[in-house]
């Protein structure tokens, strides 16, 4: 069974049920599944079986639905960031070489088919040519792949990697049993479709019988406005995009009493930030993720089980989580190693031809952490960010946390600067809340959560952060701005 197959059902038993909702549109589940069907025939009859299809779309319904066609086809999805340059763009589909490619850019090389991004569902499959009879296609292999996305590692180039429908169709039925999403849910992810986080809430929540509202961008007003208008009751966000959800709430004295459960992935959550979230979303049951594009999602910690201080959660059901030394050797609880991941969610690996760290069947971001004797994972940074200074390993997120911890500092980067003497010396940006602080302070504050070597000698203060789509700070922006001397002293 693929992904999509239970639209069709859903649009069976309830066929007048909103599906989707984009903005003052409603789509039911009738004319959302005769879309998808009559957009599937076209897609398998213009693509080989393990054919692909890019799209190059804003966030709307057409990329929702689209990408939902090629997933019932058979097909795997190529989803495009509609807001890559040109020539990045066009560099991406020229290395996927897709079989067919559809965009709403004019300037798309090569052969494509353009649509308009915004078009209603019931007008998509006129609008790509799809033939008005059509025969449904018969149900997928589990095993085939579905979707390629693209992580933009540390040089900020696109890195595409691929999915099977069981990897996602395995993560559903764990939610399920731990969140019990149904048609009574109205599922809301304000984020771009390309990235997994919002694609994987849109398709869990259509899977399940819910509804789900397409964003068409994020603007924490507008995402209120939503929530309220449409009885969210689920909703998806990182860290960056709820912080201003709560500013927003506070600002208008606003209360989401309606939302049940929030989903929070891409970041570590503040615990100082949950007596505010409480306030804006007083019904909420709060989970955090720990997760990657690779690996889907590898740990959980919910609001209503007690979480250990400093840690991720406990393994996502259906995954193993070990901690191992150099040698592959599982360490005792306590101890840190790589973060090793073993289950059915992981991704089918990187369409290059490189991978992450594998040991058998167990994937390695390069994440390092502990397991403590109740088996939750603390982690400590990872290991392509690891910096030595003076001959001591020293992790930049360590650093990071206790900056952050002031309350001053809202967010913050560090980095290891050449010296002579070390090898590297730490130095750090900083996007401050209020004026004041001074290095003598912020250095003191430091001292008394660190050793003197993990402090920070230079400290530059940045007023507009840069963070990539996903909500997460973009270091290779951040170290340019160190490099540029783009910053302000912190005397």
């Given amino acids: 069974m693929g992904i999509t197959r239970p639209i069709a059902e859903h649009a069976r038993r309830l066929p007048d049920e909103t599906a989707i909702i984009f903005e003052d549109r409603k789509t039911s589940r009738r004319d959302l599944d005769n879309a998808v069907a009559r957009l599937a025939a076209f897609i398998a009859a213009r693509t080989p079986r393990e054919g692909t299809v ?9 990329l929702a639905v689209l990408f939902l066609a090629a997933a019932t086809a058979g097909r795997c999805a190529q989803i495009l960031d509609h807001e890559w340059p040109n020539a990045t763009v066009n560099k991406v589909a020229a290395s996927l070489k897709p079989s067919i ?17 915004d078009l209603p569902v019931p007008e998509i499959a006129d609008a790509i040519g799809a033939p008005a009879e059509f025969r449904r296609v018969s149900d997928v292999d589990q095993e085939a792949l579905f979707y390629t996305g693209f992580t933009s590692g540390s040089t900020g180039t696109p890195k595409a990697f691929s999915r099977t429908h069981r990897s996602w169709l395995a993560s559903f039925a764990s939610a399920q049993d731990e969140f019990e999403i149904g048609p009574a849910d109205c599922v809301f992810a304000p984020g771009p479709f390309s990235h997994s986080l919002p694609l994987y809430a849109l398709s869990s929540a259509l899977h399940a019988g819910a509804k789900f509202v397409v964003a068409r961008g994020f603007h924490p007003n507008s995402a209120l406005r939503t929530i309220g208008a449409h009885r969210v009751s689920v909703l998806y966000g990182v860290p960056s995009q709820l912080f201003l959800l709560i500013e927003a709430a506070e600002a208008s004295n606003a209360v989401c009493h309606g939302v049940r459960l929030i989903l929070c992935s891409g970041a570590k959550w503040p615990p100082k930030m949950a007596s505010r979230l409480k306030k804006v979303f007083p019904k909420a049951l709060f989970v955090e993720f720990y997760g990657a594009s690779e690996l889907s999602f590898v740990t959980l910690a919910r609001s209503d089980e007690r979480i250990p201080k400093g840690s991720v959660g406990r393994p996502f059901p259906g995954v193993n989580v070990s901690v191992r030394d150099a040698k592959g050797k599982n360490c005792p609880a306590g101890r840190t190693g790589l973060v090793f991941v073993e289950g059915p969610l992981v991704f089918a690996g990187y369409n290059d ?31 392509d960010r690891l910096l030595i200074s003076a001959g001591r390993n020293i992790q930049p997120e360590e650093v990071e946390t206790a900056l952050n911890l002031h309350p001053a500092v809202e967010s913050s980067a560090v980095f290891g600067v050449a ?45 507009k952060w840069p963070s990539t789509r996903s909500g997460k700070s973009d270091y290779a922006k951040l170290q340019k701005i160190w490099n540029d001397e783009k910053y302000e002293p912190l005397e």
């Fill in 353 to 383: 031809g490189t991978d992450v760290l594998r040991m058998g069947d167990a994937l390695s971001v390069g994440d390092r952490g502990f397991l403590d004797k109740s088996g939750f994972l603390h982690l400590e940074g990872r290991d």
């Fill in 101 to 117: 490619a559809v965009t709403s850019r004019e300037e798309f090389e090569g052969k494509a088919v353009r649509i308009d991004g």
């Fill in 54 to 62: 890019a799209l190059d779309l804003p966030n709307g319904p057409p």
């Fill in 419 to 463: 010296d002579d003497k070390r090898g590297v010396r730490l130095a750090a940006l900083v996007k401050l809340k209020e004026q004041g602080i001074t290095m003598p302070a912020l250095t003191a504050h430091l001292r008394g959560l660190l050793p003197a070597y993990k402090v920070p000698s230079h400290v530059g203060i940045v007023a």
